[in-house]
């Protein structure tokens, strides 16, 4: 079945540098398009960034360009997350899923907890 494992979240200071990884497996990683979701306390799910599958073309929301960097080993079947200058207003449980603008799949990861706070 469909397995999704974020890893790399943590407390960091504004300012700071975190790296995501989501690791997939039981479906071909490497035809999908892939995202980062997250979810800040109260909030709906948002979809922060995305890949196509050959890692061609890349989205992002507004608020995270020039900031954010997605990128995927496709041999690996992992999808990473690059956040630099992480603001107080990242915070937040950060997902992946397949798809490019769309989840692919209804079941989740667990997520992984970025936390940005001085």
């Known amino acids: 079945q469909v397995q999704l494992v974020e890893t790399g979240g943590d407390l960091v200071q504004p300012g700071g540098s975190l790296r995501l990884s989501c690791a997939a497996s039981?479906?071909?990683?490497?035809?999908?398009?892939m995202s980062w979701y997250r979810q800040a306390p109260g909030k709906e799910r948002e979809l922060v960034a995305a890949?196509?599958?050959?890692?061609?073309?890349?989205n992002y929301v507004d608020s995270v360009k020039g900031r954010f960097t997605i990128s995927r080993d496709n041999a690996k079947s992992m999808v990473y997350l690059q956040m630099n200058s992480l603001k107080p207003e990242d915070t937040a449980v950060y997902y992946c899923?397949?798809?490019?603008?769309?989840?692919?799949?209804?079941?989740w990861g667990q997520g992984t907890q970025v936390t940005v706070s001085s």
């Open positions: 039981g479906f071909s990683f490497s035809i999908y398009g």
């Open positions: 890949i196509a599958s050959t890692g061609g073309r890349v």
């Open positions: 899923n397949a798809g490019f603008v769309r989840p692919a799949f209804s079941s």
